[in-house]
T-cell receptor
Framework: AQSVTQLGSHVSVSEGALVLLRCNYSSSVPPYLFWYVQYPNQGLQLLLKYTTGATLVKGINGFEAEFKKSETSFHLTKPSAHMSDAAEYFC????????????FGKGTHLIIQP | DTGVSQNPRHKITKRGQNVTFRCDPI?????LYWYRQTLGQGPEFLTY????????KSRLLSDRFSAERPKGSFSTLEIQRTEQGDSAMYLCASSLEDIEQFFGPGTRLTVL
C-alpha cells in the first residue's frame, strides 16, 4: 500500500522568500510522483511530475521538485514566492500503470505574507 | 473549453435521497477516475474506468455507490440513500494512459 505524508498543514512565507513544501512517500515499488495545486472552489492542476529519468523536475509557475529515493522524498520548492502562489498544494503518488489511481497527502495550505 | 467538465457543480439534498453526478472527460482520454475530497483532506480514490470497463474500486465505495461509463465516454456516479457523511467534493479526472490526470472542477454535495 502506498501513503503520502506532507509535513505542515500550513506554511507561511513572505513574498519573495523561498517556498519549501515537504512530501515523503511510502511505496513498495518505484512510484510516479506528482504535485498538484488547488485554488479555492476549483479542481486540481498539475504542477509537475516525476516518472523516470532526471530526478530534478521543473514544473509550471517556477516550481521544481527533486526525487530523492534514499530519503523517499519529493519536496516542492520555488525560489521566490508570489502572492498568486497562495493555494492548497497536494503531493500524490501512484504505481506505474496508475491502476489504483493517485494516493494524495492531506495537503499543505501555502500562505504568502506581503 | 476542452477540459474535464462536471455537472452539477453544487448539489444539496436531504438524507435518504438519491443523487447522480456526471463527468465528461477530455474527448480522447480512455481513462476516467472518480475521487472524493472532504474538508481539509486530500482527494481519495473511489474508482477507475478504462474505456467502458470499471477496473478498480476502492473499499470506500460502499454498495450505495455505483458508477458507470457507457460507451467509454461520459461517466455517472450515483449515490443511493445519501447520508450526511457523504457530504464532500466529488472530483472526476481523465487521462490518456497512466501518467497525467486532468481534473474537473468537482461537484460539491451537501446532505442535510
Amino acid at each position: 500500500a502506498q501513503s503520502v505524508t506532507q509535513l505542515g498543514s500550513h506554511v507561511s512565507v513572505s513574498e519573495g522568500a523561498l517556498v519549501l513544501l515537504r512530501c515523503n512517500y511510502s511505496s513498495s515499488v518505484p512510484p510516479y510522483l506528482f504535485w498538484y495545486v488547488q485554488y479555492p472552489n476549483q479542481g486540481l492542476q498539475l504542477l509537475l511530475k516525476y516518472t523516470t529519468g532526471a530526478t530534478l523536475v521543473k514544473g509550471i509557475n517556477g516550481f521544481e521538485a527533486e526525487f530523492k529515493k534514499s530519503e523517499t522524498s519529493f519536496h516542492l520548492t520555488k525560489p521566490s514566492a508570489h502572492m498568486s502562489d497562495a493555494a492548497e498544494y497536494f503531493c500524490a503518488v501512484s504505481e506505474p500503470g496508475g491502476a489504483d489511481g493517485l494516493t494524495f497527502g492531506k495537503g499543505t495550505h501555502l500562505i504568502i505574507q506581503p | 473549453d476542452t477540459g474535464v467538465s462536471q455537472n452539477p457543480r453544487h448539489k444539496i439534498t436531504k438524507r435518504g435521497q438519491n443523487v447522480t453526478f456526471r463527468c465528461d472527460p477530455i474527448s480522447e482520454h480512455n481513462r476516467l477516475y472518480w475521487y472524493r475530497q472532504t474538508l481539509g483532506q486530500g482527494p481519495e480514490f473511489l474508482t477507475y474506468f478504462q474505456n467502458e470497463a470499471q477496473l478498480e474500486k476502492s473499499r470506500l465505495l460502499s454498495d450505495r455507490f455505483s458508477a458507470e461509463r457507457p460507451k467509454g465516454s461520459f461517466s455517472t456516479l450515483e449515490i443511493q440513500r445519501t447520508e450526511q457523511g457523504d457530504s464532500a467534493m466529488y472530483l472526476c479526472a481523465s487521462s490518456l494512459e497512466d501518467i497525467e490526470q486532468f481534473f474537473g472542477p468537482g461537484t460539491r454535495l451537501t446532505v442535510l
